[in-house]
């Protein structure tokens, strides 16, 4: 790997927020284009912190600190992926239900979503199904993702996608659920289209669902 997508690579699994922003900006200047800072930069390795996430080499706290530096590159990075026309890889509209302000868990899913090369509409914390539907009908997405903290609001999780349903916005999207009370029975039960218990078996998840 070259050396400066290498001081990205590093600096991203490390947490170092401010050594990303300046590699990026440097590689931009020399020339690196901007598809290989994303793919091979940034993207690879949120896909390492994933990996040693999954190996319980790395935990919710170290995760974050990449998770925060990699969003750092990447807020430098979009303007000259805008111009060189790349598309995300898919689209996702993240939301705590209904009741519901917990977003710690979102946040962290809503980032590793963005690392791995898709666009990601947060709607934030305690989103009615309203919310949901106008949001589907506006942004077009691939996926829908739904957290949830607590007992008492994870039926919102099934009123939200029924609600979908309804409105007839589920034809072309998937939707996802999570959160610290949420299983994969709960999931199947409500009628979602996957569950995943981390953010980064959300990730997978997502690639999973829309691209197979």
């Not at 020399?30 to 690879?44: D, H, K, R, Y």
């Not at 896909?47 to 969003?71: D, N, S, T, W």
């Not at 590159?73 to 302000?101: E, H, N, R, Y």
């Not at 999931?187 to 197979?212: C, T």
């Amino acid at each position: 790997m070259d050396i400066m997508l290498q001081t990205i690579f590093d600096n991203v699994i490390e947490g170092n927020k401010n050594e990303v922003e300046t590699a990026v900006r440097d590689a931009l200047a020399a020339g690196v284009p901007p598809e290989t800072l994303l793919n091979t930069g940034l993207i690879s390795a949120m896909e390492e912190v994933g990996k040693r996430f999954e190996m319980g080499e790395f935990y919710v706290p170290e995760m974050l600190i990449a998770a925060r530096a990699m969003q750092s590159g990447l807020s430098c990075l979009k303007p000259s992926l805008i111009k060189s026309g790349i598309q995300a890889k898919g689209k996702v509209i993240m939301g705590t239900v209904q009741g519901d302000l917990h977003e710690i868990g979102k946040n962290l899913v809503a980032t590793m979503l963005e690392g791995a090369g898709f666009e990601v509409i947060d709607l934030g914390t305690d989103v009615p199904a309203e919310k949901f539907i106008a949001a589907v009908k506006e942004s077009q997405p691939n996926l829908i993702g739904m957290s949830a903290l607590l007992t008492t609001t994870m039926q919102n999780m099934s009123k939200t996608i029924q609600a979908l349903k309804e409105a007839g916005a589920l034809d072309k999207v998937k939707v996802i659920v999570g959160g610290a009370p949420v299983t994969e029975k709960f999931a199947q039960e409500i009628g979602a289209d996957g569950y995943a218990s981390d953010a980064s078996r959300a990730v997978a998840l997502a690639k999973r669902l829309i691209f197979e």
